[in-house]
């Protein structure tokens, strides 16, 4: 069975400093893998995904995750944070496209941006 | 409006009411999900409709019983609820040529008493 696992409840940053919110899979076969992000009071949207080809992917707001296999991870990583990333993030895994529609979330990492 | 709506936003409801969630998509999708939110434990699936039909129940108590009369509308009815449902209850709709790719509606915040 698949499991995700996000080792930061919470993770607190100034701004403009980078973070990397920390992501690892088990899955026996191969993975689709996805980064969700839920602003307050509003539900989640997806912000990237990986699904084959480069194992590096970019959102439109300077997120970045690489999928490691070997590692079986996924971290999401940004260079410099806003206020406006301020957001409660999730990783999700999914056994390929058959399976994308039963994702199998993370407990989730709520980042928190200090000014 | 737009997007994926649900309502009410917020509910409290006694063990022995009976009540419904409403969600509804203008997003032109062919799925609707039904998705678990507690505090502290991950997002937990409950229910996928494809065109109208149940394709996933992800071994949810029969006092959660789900409808969706079309592609657009899907409802969650609650009866005899426990304290321990109490939690957010999201839907999310999809595609089904790409359903990784969902769209999810802000949620209910359900409390039951």
């Known amino acids: 069975a698949q499991s995700v696992t996000q080792l930061d409840s919470q993770v607190p940053v100034f701004e403009e400093a980078p973070v990397e919110l920390r992501c690892n899979y088990s899955?026996?076969?191969?993975?689709?893998l996805f980064w969700y992000v839920q602003y307050p009071n509003q539900g989640l949207q997806l912000l990237l995904k990986?699904?084959?080809?480069?194992?590096l992917v970019e959102s439109i707001n300077g997120f970045e995750a690489e999928f490691n296999k070997s590692q079986t991870s996924f971290h999401l990583r940004k260079p410099s944070v806003h206020i406006s990333d301020t957001a409660e993030y999730f990783c999700a895994v999914s056994e390929g496209i058959q399976g994308a529609q039963k994702l199998v979330f993370g407990q989730g990492t709520r980042l928190t941006i200090n000014p | 409006e737009t997007g994926v709506t649900q309502t009410p936003r917020h509910l409290v409801m006694g063990m022995t009411n009976k009540k419904s969630l409403k969600c509804e998509q203008h997003?032109?999708?062919?799925?609707m999900y039904w998705y678990k939110q507690s505090a502290k434990k991950p997002l937990e699936l409950m229910f996928v409709y494809n065109f109208k039909e149940q394709t996933e129940n992800n071994s949810v108590p029969s006092r959660f019983s789900p409808e969706c009369p079309n592609s657009s509308h899907l409802f969650l009815h609650l009866h005899t609820l426990q304290p321990e449902d109490s939690a957010l209850y999201l839907c999310?709709?999809?595609?089904?040529?790409?359903?990784?790719?969902?769209?999810f509606g802000p949620g209910t915040r359900l409390t039951v008493t």
């Open positions: 899955s026996s076969v191969s993975v689709y």
């Open positions: 990986y699904l084959s080809g480069s194992t």
């Open positions: 997003l032109g999708h062919n799925a």
């Open positions: 999310a709709s999809s595609q089904l040529d790409r359903p990784y790719e969902q769209y």
